[in-house]
Every structure is written in structure tokens, then in C-alpha cells.
């Protein structure tokens, strides 16, 4: 199962993301072909006859407009996740086999603070480059239905993304020990 029916794109609002992290375009693009691959999801992502997926890289003060306008939280976050698919299609064409539509459909949007996430990894010991990835992965989970509300779906989801990970080489990053 491949991606390649996903047309990715990837806007660069902070222009600090291409000093910190030149290859994050590539970085998406392989985390992406690893949530199709590990997940039953990817299955029936891989059948859609066209996919879009977009990715924002902006800074905190960006970020911090979109999570006070859709969360309530006046704070930076390190990503947002906004879904275009409604639960209720999600489960038709991921969990239902509802026949799929021959229209372009997108799975949303993902958006990452550059200030946050490089933060957060300095403060964690991991490397930029796995805590972006483990981001990802997590914002495209999101994109398809998982979500951490409850301890029994934060553990699916954690579950989930630490075996993702694991086929890029990223160790556990729920696992304080881990760099």
C-alpha cells in the first residue's frame, strides 16, 4: 500500500523550518507512506482515486490565533489537527466499506509551531527530526478518526504511533528514556 494517490502539499509560513529542518517536505512524505502501511486505514486510503493532505509549518504566534479561534486555549501548541472528514464518513469509507467517491476529497489539515516543536525536543532530548515525525504521524491519526479523549483511546492511538514510528527507526516517544 502506498500514497501515492495523496496529493501533498506542504505551505511554508515560517521560513525557520527550512534552517531547522530543510527535508521536513521528504519527512511528511514518509511518515505519510507509513500511516498508510500501518494502519487498516491505509488499505482504503490507498483505494480513493484522489486524496489531498495539507500541511501548514508556521511559528507560534500563528498557531496560537488557530488554538485560541478553534480550542479555546490562548496558548502556542506544538500541532493542529483539523479534519475535513465527518466521523460519520469516516467510518463509512474506513470502517463501513461505503463505496468511495470519484470527486477529490481532502483529509484535512495539519499545522506545526516551529518554536514549539524544536522546544519541545531540545527540552525532551530528542532530535528535531523524530519529535516532527512522531507529530505527523500523530496529526494524521487524527485526520483519520483516532484521538486521545479517553485512556482506552489514547492507548489505541499511542499504540498506533509508536509502531508507525518504529518502521522509521524512532524509538517510543512516550518513553522519557528515549532520545
Not at 502506498?2 to 523550518?17: C, F, K, M, R, V
Not at 484521538?147 to 489505541?156: F, G, S, T
Request: charged letters at 25%; glycine letters at 8%; aromatic letters at 6%.
Amino acid at each position: 500500500m502506498t500514497a501515492d494517490n495523496i496529493q501533498l502539499d506542504i505551505n511554508l509560513e515560517e521560513t525557520g523550518w527550512d534552517e531547522e529542518l530543510p527535508g521536513a517536505g521528504d519527512l511528511v512524505q514518509r511518515c505519510l507512506q507509513k500511516v498508510v502501511a500501518g494502519t487498516a486505514e491505509g488499505k482504503v486510503l490507498a483505494e480513493f482515486p484522489h486524496l489531498e493532505l495539507s500541511i501548514l509549518l508556521t511559528g507560534d504566534k500563528s498557531i496560537q490565533v488557530l488554538n485560541r479561534e478553534y480550542r479555546g486555549k490562548d496558548k502556542a501548541t506544538n500541532v493542529l489537527s483539523f479534519p475535513a472528514l465527518s466521523d460519520e464518513e469516516i467510518e463509512d469509507y474506513f470502517h463501513r466499506g461505503a463505496i468511495l467517491p470519484d470527486y477529490p476529497v481532502s483529509l484535512g489539515d495539519i499545522i506545526l509551531a516551529l518554536e514549539t516543536v524544536k522546544s519541545e525536543a531540545i527540552s525532551s532530548g530528542k532530535s528535531l527530526e523524530n519529535h516532527f515525525c512522531h507529530l505527523v504521524v500523530h496529526g494524521i491519526l487524527h485526520l483519520l478518526g483516532y484521538d486521545h479523549q479517553n485512556d482506552a483511546d489514547a492507548e489505541e492511538m499511542e499504540g498506533l504511533e509508536k509502531a508507525i514510528l518504529g518502521t522509521l527507526g524512532i524509538d517510543d516517544p512516550y518513553d522519557e528514556m528515549s532520545t
